[in-house]
Nanobody, 122 residues
């Protein structure tokens, strides 16, 4: 599978940014999708995950209420809408796919995309 992420950039604290990921090579609706990130000097962590049909989402406490994940199974895309961004959100963000949502949530998805850098200035 190929996962092509886009939308990263530089934003001021309090601002918003939208990341997109286009998937190909597998039947998109067979996979849960998610976003993980790795900040400077930090371990990789889950940011958001969504079930195959989009009915359920998972967010860690650190982003809950600020980030929204969604997917379009007709367009084979998954989107992460990020709001109220903080400098601590600065990281490389990775799109991920796995038949099991659990594997994404624990940070061990079968498939990874290349990262897109998000920098939040104070």
């Amino acid at each position: 599978v190929q996962l092509q992420a886009s939308g990263g950039g530089l934003v001021q604290a309090g601002g918003s940014l939208r990341l997109s990921c286009a998937a190909s090579g597998r039947t998109f609706s067979n996979d849960a999708m998610g976003w993980l990130r790795q900040g400077p000097g930090k371990e990789r962590e889950i940011v958001a995950a969504i079930t195959r049909n989009g009915a359920s989402q998972y967010y860690p406490e650190s982003v809950r209420g600020r980030f929204i994940i969604s997917r379009d199974n007709r367009e084979n895309t998954v989107t992460l809408q990020m709001g109220s961004l903080e400098p601590g959100d600065t990281a490389v963000y990775y799109c991920a796919a796995d038949p099991r949502l659990h594997n994404i949530v624990i940070g061990e998805p079968a498939y990874w995309g290349q990262g897109t850098l998000v920098t939040v200035s104070s």
